[in-house]
């Protein structure tokens, strides 16, 4: 297989993994429903099974055994429907966050060599280890219920959130995350874009005391009210910001958020804004979907002028 394929084929499978990933992050931000039903449940685990057969046909293994330890652990779930947790969903989104970290490096400039997947792989490894074991305690009604977390225990843990038990500041993002997913995968319209700012300020009113939380919600507001930027372009990166921004609400880090570069542009650029994937090729298809022959060719000088 010559080098210009190959690259082809690698875009390909990456642009997909994409959308599975998606498919995964969404199952386990709504993991309670999910297992409840059996559609839901099979979709996260051919989801996980599809990253799985890609990644062993292009010999990625690390990708291919992360996406593995995925799929057996939904497996289980799929079989043997239980009452999940917060722990369990926060030990699901980390092992996504792992499978994200893969593919992300592979995209990148210099790809995914085998010796930094096995890095990561090694490192991973007790995590997922714990993933399959508080399963199976689940499974076996053998995990005890958490202690009930009270307003001022919670003051004394995190002095930036006293006025909202982490417990509930998890909840309440999910809840708003999930709304939001939602309407993300309808047609785009200034009514639902005005929904998508209200969730916004919902959100804020979770933390008004957090800067950073602030900031990050002030760009998502900014960017969602832009309608040249397309939800393909908003949902990815406003979801996992503020997913991550909630993260660090709940063990009491806010001082840690703060908005990408990314989606700041996405809130002060006049310009449209598009995806571009890294596959000359893939790209150029991207290109002549968006730009006009006039644009196209402007591009072509303008590439040519830079070198």
């Given at each position: 297989m010559d080098s210009a394929n190959n690259e082809r084929i690698v875009g390909y499978f990456i642009e997909e993994a994409k959308e599975h990933l998606e498919t995964i992050e969404k199952g386990i931000l709504d993991l309670?429903?999910?297992v409840?039903?059996?559609?839901?449940?099979?979709?996260?685990?051919?989801?996980?099974?599809?990253?799985?057969?890609?990644?062993?046909?292009?010999?990625?293994?690390?990708?291919?055994?992360?996406?593995?330890?995925?799929?057996?652990?939904?497996?289980?779930?799929?079989?043997d429907p239980l009452e999940t947790?917060?722990?369990?969903?926060?030990?699901?989104?980390?092992?996504?966050?792992?499978?994200?970290?893969?593919?992300?490096?592979?995209q990148g400039p210099f790809g995914l060599s085998e010796e930094e997947g096995e890095q990561i792989m090694e490192a991973a490894e007790p995590h997922f280890v714990e993933l399959q074991n508080y399963?199976?305690?689940?499974?076996?009604?053998?995990?005890?219920?958490?202690?009930q977390v009270t307003s001022a225990s919670v003051r004394a843990m995190s002095p930036s959130l006293t006025a909202i038990p982490s417990d509930e500041v998890v909840m309440q993002v999910r809840q708003i995350l999930q709304q939001m997913l939602v309407i993300f995968k309808q047609e785009s319209t200034p009514n639902n874009r005005q929904q998508l700012q209200t969730m916004c300020d919902?959100?804020?009113?979770?933390?008004?005391?957090?800067?950073?939380?602030?900031n990050i919600?002030?760009?998502?507001?900014?960017?969602?009210?832009?309608?040249?930027?397309?939800?393909?372009?908003?949902?990815?990166?406003?979801?996992k910001e503020v997913k991550l921004a909630g993260d660090c609400l709940e063990v009491g880090k806010g001082s840690e958020i703060a908005p990408s570069q990314g989606l700041e542009q996405l809130a002060y650029s006049k310009l449209p804004q598009i995806l571009v994937s890294v596959d000359p090729n893939?790209?150029?298809?991207?290109?002549?979907?968006?730009?006009n022959k006039e644009q196209i060719s402007k591009l072509v000088n303008l590439l040519q002028a830079v070198h």
């Open positions: 309670s429903s999910a409840n039903d059996e559609e839901s449940i099979n979709e996260l685990f051919r989801a996980a099974h599809s990253i799985k057969g890609g990644a062993a046909m292009l010999n990625f293994t690390s990708i291919q055994k992360t996406a593995h330890r995925l799929e057996d652990a939904f497996k289980i779930l799929r079989d947790d917060q722990t369990l969903e926060s030990l699901f989104l980390k092992a996504y966050d792992i499978l994200q970290d893969l593919l992300e490096r592979l399963i199976q305690q689940l499974a076996d009604g053998e995990v005890p219920k958490p202690p919902k959100l804020v009113n979770i933390a008004p005391e957090e800067n950073g939380w602030q919600l002030k760009c998502a507001k900014q960017a969602i009210s832009n309608p040249k930027h397309s939800y393909r372009l908003l949902a990815p990166v406003i979801i893939i790209a150029a298809e991207t290109l002549a979907k968006v730009f």
